[in-house]
């Protein structure tokens, strides 16, 4: 027998429309004239954030809202005294028939659902306060929803913790390893040699493709004004084992490849002598990040001219000096890598966890309105 069914176990539970158990109120309409820089209270509107704050409230802390415009149907916990705009609904219950909290949870699992009868054809999205009050609501006994409530808390307590404690471990190893790179970088005037980028290094220029010229898949990536590639080509520019910066777009971000690619006409890429290892050069290089973004002139397409970073100081030791601070660097960077891909998927298994114990949950059998 499963936990719902020993929670469900000898109870009754009714089935109503949400108009029979609740009230939606449309909020009362502000403008972005209106908002007030330090304002002390929310204006919540048709998005998924505050559309700004004032110092006046309309509803009070503990309400769901229902965004009726922009982001139609969706389904928020408001925990604080706020501004309910004009697009935004307001569900206020029949407490003596349905526990607030346990409706915020139900219609937070018919989210999709709220979605799906929004008019997705009209800009900007909207949704219609009737076909809301239709939704068929599951009624059981008020200590069942209680009970139900006090699960699905604890369980978004649990995730939002995790969470955090994954994020800080995260944020203390980027830290750890910004500190040993500045660290590991950091050299007296006359402690090593000294020459400038475009002394020591070859700039060249990566060649355009157009877009008819990509492909979905090949062998060799495409790299044009990001580090995500813009596609992929049969055929490479570029040796593995070199360091390049973007030069438009995302203009200053570094970047380094252990394999072969195609640098496209907003790529700047470094061909180093045998003195300096293009790993090394990479490493230096992102600690003079800020100094690079700072020359970045910002258009409307955001650009960096070579003149930028071609005289940028640059120091020279051994290659056996070199190649011991890329050894520790690659060690911290395959760490921090570790983790930054391993907490997106962390942090999805637990919310799918959660996620199916709040259906099951929530999860009664249809009876006839």
């Not at 139900?148 to 978004?156: A, E, G, S």
């Not at 990001?226 to 973007?246: A, E, K, R, W």
């Not at 690079?292 to 070579?306: D, E, H």
Request: some cysteine; charged content about 25%.
């Amino acid at each position: 027998m499963s936990y719902l069914d020993k929670l469900l176990q000898g109870v009754e539970v009714e089935w109503k429309t949400l108009g029979e158990v609740a009230e939606i109120i449309r909020g009362t309409r502000v403008t972005k004239r209106d908002l007030i820089s330090d304002g002390i209270y929310p204006v919540v509107s048709g998005g998924t954030g505050f559309m700004g704050y004032i110092n006046q409230f309309n509803r009070e802390e503990n309400t769901i809202t229902i965004a009726q415009y922009g982001t139609a149907g969706y389904v928020k916990w408001q925990n604080e005294k706020f501004w309910a705009n004009d697009v935004c609904f307001c569900v206020n219950p029949n407490i003596d028939i349905v526990e607030n909290r346990y409706l915020y949870f139900y219609l937070i699992n018919k989210q999709q659902y709220l979605y799906d009868i929004s008019n997705r054809t009209a800009v900007p999205y909207s949704i219609e306060r009737d076909k809301i009050l239709k939704l068929p609501i599951p009624i059981p006994p008020l200590s069942v929803q209680k009970e139900i409530v006090c699960i699905l808390d604890k369980f978004t307590e649990l995730t939002a913790e995790l969470t955090a404690e994954l994020t800080a471990e995260l944020t203390a190893r980027k830290k750890q390893y910004n500190y040993y790179r500045e660290k590991l970088l950091s050299f007296e005037e006359g402690e090593v040699e000294w020459k400038t980028l475009g002394e020591v290094a070859e700039i060249k220029r990566g060649k355009r493709l157009v877009k008819s010229e990509l492909e979905d898949s090949g062998n060799y990536a495409v790299f044009q004004n990001s580090m995500t590639p813009l596609g992929y080509y049969h055929q490479s520019n570029v040796q593995s084992d070199t360091t390049f910066i973007i030069s438009a777009g995302a203009a200053g971000e570094i970047g380094y490849s252990n394999v072969d690619f195609w640098a496209a006409d907003d790529v700047y890429y470094f061909i180093t002598p045998y003195n300096l290892k293009s790993k090394f050069l990479y490493y230096f290089l992102l600690t003079q990040q800020s100094k690079i973004s700072g020359q970045v002139r910002r258009a409307s397409v955001p650009r960096l001219s070579k003149t930028a970073f071609e005289k940028m100081s640059i120091p020279i030791p051994p290659l056996s000096e070199q190649q011991r601070i890329v050894s520790i660097l690659d060690k911290f960077d395959t760490l921090t890598t570790s983790i930054s891909e391993g907490l997106p998927k962390e942090i999805e298994l637990r919310q799918k966890q959660y996620e199916y114990y709040r259906d099951l949950l929530l999860s009664f059998p249809l009876s006839e309105l």
